[in-house]
């Protein structure tokens, strides 16, 4: 039996700042800022329940990533940086960068590799949901980011296979 996801909370809501170009910064700090445009003011910690296991980790402030990689011919689902898209984007982010350290150290590889993403797929559309986007979204977008994670990105799950 495949493993359902039943709730996705945080201790406080996360508060995510856009990261502000100044004129004093380096050109590879632009560089980063320009492709991490998002940054989270506190840490947030993520409590995610499902029908066999509950865990938790913790996002640290100051954490950065680049908002949902929505290709530009689904900008008809919307577009990349909007806000309902932010939190779902920096879960599924983090859980990615930091993959062998959620499935190593905080899931004690309890589960395959195949289903630690199916997992953050299915994060990523609760969070979504949750953040009231409509339900055909939340699934077209989750199963652009599964499909994505499973056939165009394959060779960084081998890291986490045994």
């Known amino acids: 039996m495949k493993e359902k996801l039943l709730s996705v909370e945080f201790g ?6 856009i990261r502000v170009i100044n004129e004093f910064d380096s050109a590879a700090l632009v560089k980063n800022k ?3 445009p998002f940054e989270l003011v506190k840490s947030a910690t993520v409590k995610i329940a499902t ?3 509950k865990f938790a980790f913790t996002i ?7 908002g949902a990689d929505i290709p530009r011919p689904l900008f008809l689902v919307g577009q990349s940086k909007e806000n309902h898209y932010l939190i779902a984007s920096m ?4 859980m990615l ?5 959620i ?7 309890e589960i395959s590799a195949e289903d630690y993403r199916r997992l953050t797929t299915l994060i990523f559309r609760e969070i979504l949901k949750n953040h009231r986007t409509n339900t055909i979204k939340a699934n077209v977008m989750a199963g652009a980011v ?9 060779g960084q799950w081998k890291v986490l296979k045994k």
């Open 34 to 36: 320009k492709r991490y």
């Open 103 to 109: 499935y190593n150290g905080v899931l004690n590889r």
């Open 97 to 101: 960068e930091y993959k062998s350290v």
């Open 60 to 66: 640290s402030r100051g954490y950065c990533w680049n």
């Open 146 to 154: 599964d499909w994505f994670q499973k056939w165009l990105n394959r």
């Open 51 to 53: 029908n066999a296991r």
């Open 12 to 17: 406080k809501t996360p508060v995510v700042k």
């Open 91 to 94: 879960v599924h982010d983090y």
